[in-house]
């Protein structure tokens, strides 16, 4: 087709790494050998959340709290907070900064409503 061995094996490499399959394991795999920082997909966490939510009552058979619940859930934030942990070291580019930050390219709710009809119309 129209695109290089290299770009579509790349592609594929991709696909697999953000498939599904067994709860986004090759994804998960992924975010902990990379070297922070890094934004990790928070679909995951969400989702294992909550799986822990509506499949893990709050309580023992007992009455009692249940505890194993409590730390399925303290360990999917402390996952997610790990990520937060490492500042970015970005040098800010002031041209950028005052283009993005300039008041007159703002556009209004009604104009940006009107664009999104025409991206997707009702």
Known sequence: DR??????????????IVSSDGRHRNLR??????????????GIYLSDLTFIEEG?????????????????????????????QTPYKIDPIEKAKTYLLDPSLRLSDDELYHRSLIIEPR
């Not at 795999?29 to 928070?42: E, V």
């Open 3 to 16: 695109i290089g061995k290299t770009t579509k094996s790349t592609i594929e490499k991709l696909q697999a």
């Open 29 to 42: 795999d992924a975010l902990h050998r990379c070297d922070p920082p890094s934004i990790p997909y928070l």
């Open 56 to 84: 893990t009552p709050n309580f023992t058979e007992k009455g009692l709290l249940n505890f194993a619940k409590m730390r399925m859930i303290a360990h999917v934030i402390r996952e997610v907070r790990i990520f937060q």
